[in-house]
């Protein structure tokens, strides 16, 4: 992967996957572009960007739309012809559990925007960017070297799996999400841009909690090894950090 952005690069999966990435793709990967709302406040990633000069922190609030096009231009001036190999839509956010008699209409609506609307409309400023990189990489078979994108989604997402209820907003904007990566990878699919929603487990993140079974450094390598994996097959799915296909 020549190029990879990833948004929420702050904290949690977002900047483990930066820190992986770095740590094992450092001569691989010519660019890395890390997005979050305030890079002035995003320390560790600030140290990490002037140790690697692949590294580029990008200022993205995900729900500022009229950015977008300024975003997949400042992108746009580094990758030049290459276009973007890997788009990873990991910003979101999550409402306490929630059941039905407290759930609120604001807690859905931004679950929703965040969740869900933002991902879907940066991946569609990020086409231009795709299909170039797709066309660059022509040789290679359908994936994540050639040109994909990634949807950070969750098994609370998944409606056949929901044996518990609650959740009201996230598991109705991860749900949503899904349906936005089936309906991108029928879209994309002439453009040979490969699009996939992934569960990275429960990990100890601020969003996932300290009662989460997994560490961030157990859980980001085997999401990276799952990028170098992913193919054709894996078109318009639905899959767990460590392979696993997860039902919808």
Same mark, same amino acid.
């Given at each position: 992967?020549?190029?990879?952005?990833?948004?929420?690069?702050?904290?949690?999966?977002?900047?483990?996957?930066?820190?992986?990435?770095?740590?094992?793709?450092?001569?691989?990967?010519?660019?890395?572009? $890390?997005?979050?709302?305030?890079?002035?406040?995003?320390?560790?990633?600030?140290?990490?960007?002037?140790?690697?000069?692949?590294?580029?922190?990008?200022?993205?609030?995900?729900?500022?739309?009229?950015?977008?096009?300024?975003?997949?231009?400042?992108?746009?001036?580094?990758?030049?012809?290459?276009?973007?190999?890997?788009?990873?839509?990991?910003?979101?956010?999550?409402?306490?559990?929630?059941?039905?008699?407290?759930?609120?209409?604001?807690?859905?609506?931004?679950?929703?925007?965040?969740?869900?609307?933002?991902?879907?409309?940066?991946?569609?400023?990020?086409?231009?960017?795709?299909?170039?990189?797709?066309?660059?990489?022509?040789?290679?078979?359908?994936?994540?070297?050639? $040109?994909?994108?990634?949807?950070?989604?969750?098994?609370?997402?998944?409606?056949?799996?929901?044996?518990?209820?609650?959740?009201?907003?996230?598991?109705?904007?991860?749900?949503?999400?899904?349906?936005?990566?089936?309906?991108?990878?029928?879209?994309?699919?002439?453009?040979?841009?490969?699009?996939?929603?992934?569960?990275?487990?429960?990990?100890?993140?601020?969003?996932?909690?300290?009662? $989460?079974?997994?560490?961030?450094?157990?859980?980001?390598?085997?999401?990276?090894?799952?990028?170098?994996?992913?193919?054709?097959?894996?078109?318009?799915?639905?899959?767990?950090?460590?392979?696993?296909?997860?039902?919808?």
């Amino acid at each position: 992967m020549k190029s990879i952005l990833i948004t929420g690069c702050n904290r949690g999966i977002g900047l483990g996957l930066v820190h992986h990435l770095l740590k094992s793709s450092n001569t691989a990967t010519s660019n890395i572009f $890390a997005t979050c709302r305030n890079p002035q406040q995003a320390e560790e990633l600030t140290s990490l960007a002037q140790k690697h000069s692949n590294l580029k922190i990008l200022q993205l609030d995900v729900k500022n739309f009229d950015s977008y096009n300024d975003i997949v231009k400042q992108v746009q001036d580094v990758v030049g012809d290459g276009g973007l190999n890997l788009l990873v839509n990991n910003a979101g956010v999550s409402s306490k559990f929630t059941r039905v008699n407290l759930v609120k209409a604001d807690q859905m609506t931004d679950n929703f925007l965040v969740n869900s609307v933002a991902p879907l409309m940066l991946t569609k400023a990020f086409i231009p960017l795709l299909k170039q990189a797709s066309k660059a990489n022509e040789s290679l078979p359908l994936g994540c070297s050639r $040109a994909a994108v990634i949807n950070i989604s969750s098994i609370l997402g998944s409606i056949a799996e929901n044996q518990q209820g609650g959740y009201y907003p996230y598991r109705c904007s991860k749900a949503s999400l899904n349906a936005i990566t089936r309906s991108l990878s029928f879209d994309l699919k002439e453009d040979k841009v490969l699009v996939v929603s992934i569960h990275p487990g429960w990990i100890k993140t601020d969003m996932g909690g300290k009662q $989460a079974p997994l560490e961030i450094d157990q859980a980001v390598p085997q999401i990276i090894q799952l990028f170098s994996n992913i193919s054709q097959s894996h078109n318009g799915g639905f899959y767990q950090y460590d392979g696993k296909q997860l039902p919808w």
